[in-house]
């Protein structure tokens, strides 16, 4: 507050001086104007709300691009089990622009609608000599890094990317899925300049908060890096929010931090 108040006070000093100097002509408000756009970037760079919306306005305005790197586990699966026929359905579903570009045994790579290009994956090997972490009866599905304009990102959200997702999981027939998705920017994103403005960006090394995003199950989480937002959910409705919160840059201390 008391930062606000001595900003508050130059301005309407520098203000009141301007007026009295020069009287109340074109040059005077275009003197103040001067002022006004001297004082803004110490005044945003003290708001971390201001600062965050102004970073919004910027990448809607460019519309900067954004990779979008998603992996997602079903597990519990009642239905399909084979990547090749997974794959078969998808592209059906799909309709025009997809096929399948490689397949083996428990693996099938397969672009979808000219926009992904997709890898199912099924363990045909015994259960002991499975990856850690990895169960038999378990599909992994992995999007290819894809380039996403910041603009046109709710629409590829809410369109595009969760209908194959809720699409996949209702053909795989699965009880259990596991969404992780790493959004990477071209340039340090907000959160980063947010807390580390007032440090020698040089000096540091390595930058990261995670704060989880109120859901249904509790487990969606955004975690924040230097150069790119990690969003990881263990349900499509939130993973559907975390997603929604790293993109429009909700400050942490609006939701649960960690």
């Known amino acids: 507050m008391r930062f606000y108040v001595i900003v508050g006070v130059i301005f309407v000093l520098s203000?009141?001086?301007?007026?009295?100097v020069f009287g109340s002509t074109?040059?005077?408000l275009v003197n103040i104007l001067i002022v006004v756009i001297a004082l803004l970037?110490?005044?945003?760079?003290?708001?971390?709300?201001l600062y965050l919306w102004i970073a919004k306005i910027r990448f809607t305005v460019l519309?900067?691009?954004a990779s979008w790197d998603l992996n997602v586990r079903f597990r519990e699966i009642r239905d399909v089990t084979s990547p090749l026929s997974l794959a078969s359905s998808l592209i059906q579903w799909a309709g025009d622009g997809s096929n399948i570009i490689s397949q083996s045994e428990d693996r099938v790579v397969v672009r979808l609608m000219r926009r992904f290009v997709i890898e199912l994956y099924h363990p045909s090997i015994r259960?002991?000599?499975?990856?850690e972490n990895l169960e038999?009866?378990?599909?992994v599905i992995s999007i290819l890094p894809i380039n996403v304009g910041y603009r046109d990102s709710r629409n590829f959200l809410n369109r595009e990317l969760l209908p194959l997702l809720e699409e996949s999981c209702r053909k795989l027939g699965a009880g259990?899925?596991?969404?992780?998705?790493q959004i990477t920017l071209p340039e340090r994103n907000p959160f980063y300049g947010l807390y580390l403005q007032q440090f020698n960006l040089e000096m540091v090394r390595d930058f990261k908060i995670e704060f989880l995003v109120p859901s249904r199950t509790k487990q969606s989480r955004v975690v924040v890096a230097k150069e790119h937002l990690t969003v990881v959910s263990d349900?499509?409705?939130?993973?559907?929010?975390?997603?929604?919160?790293?993109?429009?840059f909700r400050i942490p201390e609006m939701l649960s931090c960690q």
């Not at 203000?15 to 009295?20: H, P, R, V």
């Not at 259990?176 to 998705?181: D, N, P, T, V």
Request: glycine letters at 2%; hydrophobic letters at 50%.
């Open 15 to 20: 203000t009141i001086a301007l007026l009295l």
């Open 26 to 28: 074109i040059q005077t």
């Open 41 to 49: 970037p110490i005044v945003v760079r003290k708001s971390p709300r």
């Open 63 to 65: 519309n900067t691009p």
């Open 127 to 131: 259960e002991e000599l499975l990856p």
């Open 136 to 139: 038999e009866n378990e599909v």
């Open 176 to 181: 259990w899925a596991s969404y992780a998705m």
């Open 235 to 248: 349900s499509i409705e939130g993973f559907r929010s975390a997603v929604s919160a790293a993109l429009a």
